[in-house]
């Protein structure tokens, strides 16, 4: 997507805030943050960075990232006591990430285990690959409904891999639909991007004990494109 998003009202997209924390529904078509000093377009943290901790010129308060053609939720710390606190559940995989993906094809299971090691490929620094020398990464998977050709599935991360679902489904013969990196056909006509949402968040926030989920609804680009095809 090249839309510029100069323009988006970022309120807009706030679920919710507090002192510490910034939690909101991220549009598809954003980068999280710049790749460089001098990257022109528009990121997440453009849009928040006068809220948000400024623990590093690029990445400050910047907990955990979702690539730039995925939607849905995503905190953000407000200053560097939350992102530690935030940081410390992410490595210690106490977060529960559950994401919502239409994938090609009809899987052998209706719910599975996946369990498979990912490093970042020799040959594109920006891409990862399935190799027995990288970081086991673990995701679990249900099936929500079947189409003709897609299957829809709920998948909750036990890891945070760069791009861990889209390889691993990749891997299994059922990537992503709309997947440009990882997938090998073309895209459907009525879908912009690769179909991937992260559904809900749940972790504690700073000061707290007990886990708050936030959950953001598909979004809307996701949902008509169901609509055509759940015919």
């Not at 623990?55 to 006591?81: C, E, F, W, Y």
């Not at 949902?223 to 759940?230: A, G, P, R």
């Amino acid at each position: 997507m090249d839309e510029s998003f100069a323009d988006i009202k970022p309120a807009s997209l706030v679920m919710y805030e507090d002192e510490d924390v910034l939690v909101i529904n991220k549009p598809a078509g954003i980068s999280m943050h710049k790749t460089a000093a001098d990257d022109p377009n528009v990121t997440i943290r453009d849009l928040y960075a006068n809220k948000l901790a400024q623990n590093d010129p690029i990445r400050g308060g910047i907990v955990h990232r979702l690539d730039k053609d995925t939607s849905g939720v995503v905190i953000m710390a407000k200053n560097n006591q939350a992102m530690e606190f935030l940081q410390k559940q992410f490595a210690a995989r106490k977060v529960e990430k559950d994401y919502l993906a239409l994938v090609w094809g009809h899987l052998k299971h209706a719910k599975a285990r996946i369990e498979l090691p990912i490093r970042r490929s020799t040959k594109a620094p920006n891409q990862v690959s399935i190799h027995q020398s990288g970081k086991m990464s673990i995701s679990e998977y249900r099936i929500e409904h079947e189409y003709d050709q897609y299957s829809l599935v709920q998948i909750q991360l036990q890891t945070g891999r760069m791009h861990q679902i889209r390889v691993q489904f990749a891997h299994i013969g059922h990537p992503v639909v709309g997947d440009k990196m990882y997938g090998n056909k073309p895209l459907p006509a009525g879908l912009g991007r690769q179909f991937l949402h992260a559904k809900r968040l749940g972790l504690m926030l700073p000061g707290t004990t007990t886990k708050r989920f936030f959950e953001a609804p598909l979004a809307e680009d996701l949902k008509q494109f169901l609509e055509t095809i759940n015919v």
